[in-house]
């Protein structure tokens, strides 16, 4: 036993050591990566930052996957758990962000950057035979499309056009098969250092969401000369996030409802009365069974608008991402290795978040963590949200997952395979697939 411990403190110092090495890589890349922003399964530059790096580390790797994402499998020749490493690829679209795409205003404000950083200076790590000999199983690097869930409607038409069944990368990962040798996921997301308390911060839950897709058809007319003789699916509008807001006493606070919608299309002229009004939202709930009963208001409140003025609407409900349950043993093996990184008064234990997150899907199929390191400055998906501290937000995010690697594969992957033992998956894939198809729904309202 004694000799195990040796061993496994040994390794960790190697470990350490190999990341600091290359510290200034990771960052750059990190750096390189916020100033090609691009949003979901539109992440090309990205990807190809990534392909390269993992050919620079003589990683085979899948492309292509759910169109953006890049794959990469590294084996210790030895049997035991598969463990995988996740960077997101994708951005935001922010305006007057200081690192936003000055056509498309894609922009890095929720550090996802800093993620790819990550994944790869892990991988940089693990591909050193010295440190990967100690240790019984595989790694797999994924870099991941599409984690935001925005531009739904350009989703949407993906969907149709047959390239996508869902619209958020993690999901479509599961559905085509990328997952499937994968017994243990982790990530580690951004957040702002104020509102952490920390450095580094673990939350056990997140919310989890359906989206919608709103199409108000009303009846063009002179707005000036004739606007009698047209209905105006703006007013309907209008009236249904009005009827949306009054059915916020009804949510319950432990249920940590949000809904947000936004109005995409106003109408097509000014001259014209608005015939075609476009809303996307999301349904937010800490459970499903809460999401479902909020979803079910809003469709009533989308009603009650199309109804008031005589306008029809097309209510397209589309699955989102499933509340994220974190592995209890598998955070509290990564909590003593963040102790040892930032001291234990740095790492803070988190409350529930109403944030939603494909990560939740994963949490539903296999054992997960998705902590948080407090590098940042801002607001989460504002303008201002920058990265301040990238030692922190690159480099110290990247050793708190390498060391807990190195607690799960060595020994012959002993606490590993504890973890997935113990672990009880909530849904089987096949079940959490036939769950999110059942929760599409396409239906048109008709005030006549």
Request: glycine share 12%.
């Given at each position: 036993m004694g000799g195990n411990v040796k061993?496994?403190?040994?390794?960790?110092?190697s470990i350490i050591e190999s990341i600091d090495r290359k510290s200034i890589d990771a960052i750059n890349i990190a750096k390189q990566v916020l100033k090609n922003p691009e949003p979901g399964f539109r992440e090309y530059k990205t990807s190809q930052i990534v392909k390269n790096e993992f050919e620079k580390l003589g990683l085979?790797?899948?492309?292509?996957?759910?169109?953006?994402?890049?794959?990469?499998?590294?084996?210790t020749g030895k049997s035991g758990p598969n463990i995988a490493v996740i960077g997101e690829l994708d951005s935001l679209i922010v305006k007057g962000h200081e690192f936003a795409d000055p056509e498309t205003l894609a922009a890095h404000a929720c550090g996802h950057h800093c993620q790819i950083a990550m994944m790869l200076a892990v991988a940089s790590c693990f591909s050193s035979s010295d440190i990967l000999e100690s240790l019984s199983g595989s790694l797999t690097f994924i870099a991941v499309p599409a984690e935001e869930y925005i531009e739904i409607e350009f989703r949407n038409d993906l969907m149709k056009a047959g390239k996508l069944e869902f619209l958020g990368g993690k999901p479509e990962f599961v559905r085509l098969g990328a997952l499937d040798d994968v017994d243990i996921a982790m990530m580690t997301h951004t957040d702002a250092r104020d509102s952490m308390g920390g450095d580094i911060?673990?939350?056990?839950?997140?919310?989890?969401?359906?989206?919608?897709?709103?199409?108000y058809v009303g009846l063009a007319a002179?707005?000036?000369?004739?606007?009698?003789?047209?209905?105006?699916?703006?007013?309907a509008a209008t009236i249904a996030l009005s009827a949306i807001h009054a059915q916020r006493e009804t949510f319950q606070e432990e249920d940590s409802i949000r809904i947000h919608p936004i109005i995409?299309?106003?109408?097509?002229?000014?001259?014209?009365?608005?015939?075609?009004?476009?809303?996307?939202?999301?349904?937010?709930?800490?459970?499903?069974?809460?999401?479902?009963?909020?979803?079910?208001?809003?469709?009533?409140?989308?009603?009650?608008?199309?109804?008031?003025?005589?306008?029809?609407?097309?209510?397209?409900?589309?699955?989102?991402y499933l509340p994220i349950v974190t592995d209890n043993n598998l955070e509290n093996i990564y909590i003593e290795n963040a102790k040892r990184l930032v001291g234990s008064n740095k790492v803070v234990k988190m409350k529930h978040r109403t944030g939603s997150t494909d990560m939740g899907d994963l949490s539903q199929i296999m054992p997960v963590i998705h902590p948080y390191v407090g590098a940042a400055s801002g607001v989460a998906h504002g303008p201002h949200y920058l990265i301040e501290d990238y030692e922190l937000g690159v480099v110290t995010g990247a050793k708190a997952m390498a060391l807990t690697i190195a607690d799960l594969m060595i020994s012959n992957g002993g606490k590993a395979e504890s973890v997935i033992d113990d672990h009880k998956n909530l849904m089987t894939k096949s079940q959490y697939l036939k769950f999110l198809r059942s929760n599409f729904k396409d239906e048109y309202f008709s005030y006549k």
């Open positions: 061993e496994l403190q040994e390794l960790k110092t085979n790797y899948e492309a292509d996957i759910a169109l953006t994402g890049v794959k990469a499998k590294l084996t911060g673990v939350a056990p839950t997140n919310n989890g969401m359906l989206a919608k897709l709103i199409s002179h707005a000036g000369g004739s606007p009698h003789t047209g209905i105006n699916a703006l007013n995409t299309r106003g109408g097509l002229a000014v001259s014209s009365v608005p015939s075609d009004v476009r809303i996307e939202t999301f349904v937010r709930g800490s459970n499903v069974e809460a999401i479902i009963d909020a979803s079910a208001k809003v469709d009533r409140a989308l009603k009650a608008g199309a109804l008031a003025v005589g306008a029809d609407v097309n209510i397209v409900t589309l699955p989102g």
